[in-house]
Nanobody
Framework: QVQLVESGGGLVQAGGSLRLSCAAS????????MRWYRQAPGKEREFVAG????????YYADSVKGRFTISRDNAKNTVYLQMSSLKPKDAAIYYC??????WGQGTQVTVSS
């Protein structure tokens, strides 16, 4: 089992940037497909970005392409989500996940207009 701990959330003005981190521990060999999701109040959880641990290929939701960048640090077993040009609609709890199966506790992102 992998344990995931997110950090880096906070309050930012529209147009600003934040970097989220997801530190993994435990059975990290299973971390083949790491993803970020988000859930805004009253809405369903939605996919944001993903990265393959081997090879590092990335994929994004259309709503964040060109603004968000997912990356990983193999040595630290950490996945990052660099968010730029933030919009109020990006406000949500952001969750790190292993292939949509194992989840962290989430980190809150608030964007003021």
């Amino acid at each position: 089992q992998v344990q995931l701990v997110e950090s880096g959330g906070g309050l930012v003005q529209a147009g600003g940037s934040l970097r989220l981190s997801c530190a993994a521990s435990g059975r990290t060999v299973s971390m083949n497909d790491m993803r970020w999701y988000r859930q805004a109040p009253g809405k369903e959880r939605e996919f944001v970005a993903g990265i393959r641990w081997i090879g590092g290929s990335t994929y994004y939701a259309d709503s964040v392409k060109g603004r968000f960048t997912i990356s990983r640090d193999n040595a630290k077993n950490t996945v990052y989500l660099q968010m730029s040009s933030l919009k109020p609609k990006d406000a949500a709890i952001y969750y790190c996940s292993v292939a949509g199966v194992t989840w962290g506790q989430g980190t809150q992102v608030t964007v003021s207009s």
